[in-house]
């Protein structure tokens, strides 16, 4: 393989099935190339997944531990779950690594990731539990946004938000998982600039699994950029769901689905200050990057 060739995989994450889950492109970079950021970010430009994560290990030979770094089609970004998923599942399960324990030394610092049964992954994360806000107006345009204004005065609802991670959660009593997945997010001008205005990363809509059957908690989350995005399976949301749900209902463990139109699911377990997410992922793309 030329020295300028690199391997290069799209994978779908918090999936079992082909073209489900949240799509990642991971590239493999060779322990002795050094790639600055710029050509990390025309590389995922050009691939324009939602996220492609840049492997690359500390050693000559595949082993234990890696650098990872995560960037979208527009910039380098400090967290992101389902591409570190994408990047463990290519380490695990295309490269077939003999160990089933490695570490990135990532942006939000070292994530191990290990192996488990039927080709699933763990991952552990840092926990990210959000404090309870006093909601503005702001707050009620995001809600209004995606559950409507009649549709809200019916449910009780409350706000959080998680500094660590940025992100906005709205909790959503009672509402079932094929009603939150019918919902239409309205993108309006004034949506996008309460955004903007609470400076928040995304919003997270997130309902207890009360009548969900085996789900513990039923999630849509949205990215607040420049333009508003559904993201289709969002494992750091899940480093704020998790603390919350222990606290509030006393739930340390949760099978957790994201009823997006992709959809995905997780198992999420919450260890003290650490949050372990368990999930699957399928291969679609193995390929060579010309760079």
């Known amino acids: 393989m030329s020295p300028s060739v690199l ?4 994978i779908d994450a918090f ?24 050509t990390m970010q025309s590389i995922a430009s050009e691939i324009n997944l939602p996220m492609t994560a840049f492997v690359r290990p500390t050693t000559k030979e595949l082993g234990k531990k890696y650098t990872l770094l995560w960037f979208n089609s527009m910039e380098k970004v400090a967290f992101c779950g389902h591409a570190t998923l994408a990047a463990a599942h290519v380490l695990f399960n295309i490269l077939d690594l003999d160990i089933d324990a490695i570490e990135f030394d990532s942006p939000v610092g070292l994530v191990p990731a290990c192996r488990g049964e039927d080709d699933a992954i763990t991952l552990c994360f840092s926990s990210n539990p959000p404090e309870k806000v006093q909601p503005t107006n702001n707050h009620y345009l995001l809600l209004h ?24 959660l709205i909790l ?9 997945a019918s919902l239409q997010f309205n993108s309006s001008p004034a949506v996008a ?34 333009s508003v995005t559904e993201d289709q399976v969002t494992g750091s949301a899940h480093t704020v769901i998790a603390p919350l749900f222990s606290t509030l209902f006393g739930k340390s463990t949760l099978q957790a689905r994201q009823c997006s139109p992709r959809g995905g699911d997780m198992k999420v377990d919450l260890h003290g200050d650490s949050v ?16």
């Open 276 to 291: 372990l997410i368990t999930g699957s992922a399928v291969t679609i793309v193995e390929g060579t990057l010309l760079s």
């Open 193 to 226: 600039e309460a955004s903007r205005e609470l400076g928040i990363r995304s919003v997270v809509y997130v309902t207890p699994g009360v009548s969900h059957g085996d789900k513990d908690s039923i999630t849509r989350v949205f990215n607040t950029g420049s």
């Open 172 to 180: 959503i009593e009672t509402m079932a998982e094929q009603e939150l």
């Open 15 to 38: 999936t079992k099935k082909s073209f489900g889950g949240n799509a990642a492109g991971v590239v493999l970079v060779p322990h002795w190339r050094d790639i600055d950021h710029n």
């Open 7 to 10: 391997r290069f995989f799209i």
């Open 145 to 168: 946004a995606l559950v409507g204004e009649q549709l809200a005065a019916t449910r009780e609802v409350a706000f959080y938000y998680s500094r660590t991670v940025n992100d906005l």
